[in-house]
């Protein structure tokens, strides 16, 4: 059974707090992705990744940054927190060159204070 | 602005009947649609996809349809169960975007009365 696994479900952390979300698949996908879902909005891309050290940046990235070092595993860092980066993170990966569907993790609900 | 809009927030029906979920856009390089269903503290999940040179695609109850002149899809679920009650986002790429970026709609929460 594919999986995408989110570390965190809930997080609360305090403004100007640095944040990392983690994820890891085992699917040995290429490509995977962060979004942030917020209500009236849909998914948004934050940022993707198309290989190990690979990056590129979605609809929304500012103030986030990402980590790719291993195939496996995507990191989405908030550098300094603010209370409007509260909100649902999704992390999903997908086979690269597939046009098919991506899947996606559990969320961490993120709250910043 | 969105370029994935899904206009009703809700939809409530009936077990046993037809749901209609809605889905407009606005980029005609969209050539690649997706449905996803999320249940709460679920992450989404793959429903069935449709490309653009089709108008209809059928994967047991649900069928999606694709009306590429009026830039519009549509979700049908026939018979309507309440474990079909979840929230529903349509989302669509292109070859533009290497299929990598996926736009959302911001979802309909369908209900299904028992």
């Known amino acids: 059974d594919v999986k995408v696994t989110q570390s965190s479900r809930y997080l609360v952390k305090r403004t100007g707090e640095k944040v990392f979300l983690e994820c890891v698949q085992d699917m040995d996908h290429e490509n995977m992705f962060w979004y942030r879902q917020d209500p009236g909005l849909g998914l948004r891309l934050i940022y993707f990744?198309?290989?190990?050290?690979?990056?590129e940046k979605g609809d929304i990235p500012e103030g986030y940054s990402v980590s790719r070092e291993k195939k496996e595993r995507f990191s989405l860092i908030l550098e300094s927190a603010s209370t409007n980066q509260t909100s649902m993170y999704l992390c999903a990966s997908r086979l690269r060159g597939a046009i098919g569907e991506a899947f996606f993790g559990q969320g961490t609900r993120l709250t910043v204070v | 602005d969105q370029q994935v809009k899904q206009n009703s927030p809700s939809l409530s029906v009936q077990e046993g009947r037809i749901s209609i979920l809605n889905c407009d856009y606005t980029?005609?390089?969209?050539?690649?649609f997706l449905w996803y269903k999320k249940y709460p503290a679920e992450g989404p999940t793959f429903l069935i996809s449709i490309s653009s040179i089709k108008d209809k695609n059928e994967d047991g109850r649900f069928t999606v349809f694709l009306n590429k002149s009026a830039k519009h899809l549509s979700l049908h679920i026939v018979p309507s169960q309440p474990g079909d009650s979840a929230v529903y986002f349509c989302?669509?790429?292109?070859?533009?975007?290497?299929?990598?970026?996926?736009?959302f709609g911001s979802g309909t929460k369908l209900n299904v009365k028992p």
């Open positions: 989302a669509a790429s292109g070859r533009e975007y290497n299929f990598n970026k996926f736009y």
């Open positions: 990744s198309y290989d190990v050290k690979m990056k």
């Open positions: 980029n005609s390089m969209f050539d690649y």
